[in-house]
């Protein structure tokens, strides 16, 4: 399964700011 794209965000989970790529598949 290939993402249509890549989003640039910023990781929840603590407080020290990664940067995460989100690949998102548009499921329509």
């Known amino acids: ?3 249509d ?3 640039r965000s910023t990781c ?3 407080g020290v700011g990664c940067q995460v ?3 998102v598949k548009n499921d329509t």
Do not use: D, I, S
Request: net charge positive; proline share 8%.
């Open 12 to 14: 929840p989970y603590c």
């Open 21 to 23: 790529h989100l690949n």
């Open 1 to 3: 399964m290939k993402a």
């Open 5 to 7: 794209r890549v989003v």
